[in-house]
């Protein structure tokens, strides 16, 4: 079964500074698309990031990025500049198909 | 915001009622995928849907929980005789299709606590 670990259950970083969330997974699979959420306290699931497996480039969105390390079934998002409006529950996210599987989640607080 | 809508928003129910969550869909989307996420935890897979058809439904308990999508109006779930361990947030997700790159958006959840 594919699973997601998600080891840090809290991060805190700085505001303007940057902070890495780690993700590993485990599957069997080559071919499988990863996903980083964002939860604030409204609860809403807001899509971060996406990566494709047979893709080595590292997606980028704005802020956002991932180290995507696919021997290593690693996969990690750094915030750049880190803004209060960061501040959230973020999930690490691995789809095959129909079957989605989410990590446990890292509380990120942002401090002024 | 043609996204993904779910009501209620919140919900109460005590021991013993029945608990309807309704999703409807981004426009489009014919998948619906439906999961739990109880507190301080990610959000656990239990049932997914196409029109008028349950795809799979390995993490939806096998007794009092249900779903349907059927062919007019949206997805529901429905949990019936609720116990206290049902409260969570439950969320609702749909996709243009499985395959490829596409990707799932969620509503806002629906918070369901048993009294």
């Known amino acids: 079964a594919q699973t997601v670990t998600q080891s840090q259950p809290e991060m805190s970083v700085q505001e303007a500074e940057t902070v890495t969330l780690s993700c590993t997974y485990d599957?069997?699979?080559?071919?499988?698309?990863l996903f980083w959420y964002k939860q604030p306290p409204s609860r809403q699931m807001i899509l971060v990031i996406r990566?494709?497996?047979?893709?080595?480039q590292n997606a980028t969105e704005n802020r956002f990025s991932v180290n995507f390390q696919k021997a290593a079934k690693s996969f990690s998002l750094k915030i750049s500049d880190s803004q209060l409006g960061d501040a959230a529950m973020y999930f690490c996210a691995y789809r095959r198909n129909n079957d989605m599987r989410f990590g446990a989640g890292t509380r990120l607080t942002v401090k002024p | 915001n043609a996204g993904v809508m779910q009501n209620p928003r919140h919900l109460v129910r005590r021991r013993g009622q029945e608990a309807r969550l309704r999703c409807s869909p981004v426009?489009?989307?014919?998948?619906v995928y439906w999961y739990r996420q109880l507190p301080e935890e990610g959000l656990k897979f239990m049932v997914y849907?196409?029109?008028?058809?349950?795809?799979?439904e390995s993490g939806m308990p096998k007794e009092r929980f249900s779903a349907e999508f059927p062919k007019e109006g949206p997805s529901i779930l429905r949990i019936q005789q609720v116990v206290r361990g049902d409260s969570a947030a439950y969320f609702c997700?749909?996709?243009?299709?499985?395959?490829?790159?596409?990707?799932?958006?969620f509503g806002p959840g629906t918070r369901l606590t048993v009294l």
């Open positions: 997700a749909s996709s243009q299709s499985t395959g490829g790159p596409d990707t799932q958006y």
């Open positions: 849907l196409q029109k008028e058809n349950i795809i799979d």
């Open positions: 426009k489009g989307h014919s998948h």
């Open positions: 990566q494709e497996a047979y893709k080595q």
């Open positions: 599957t069997s699979e080559s071919d499988y698309y």
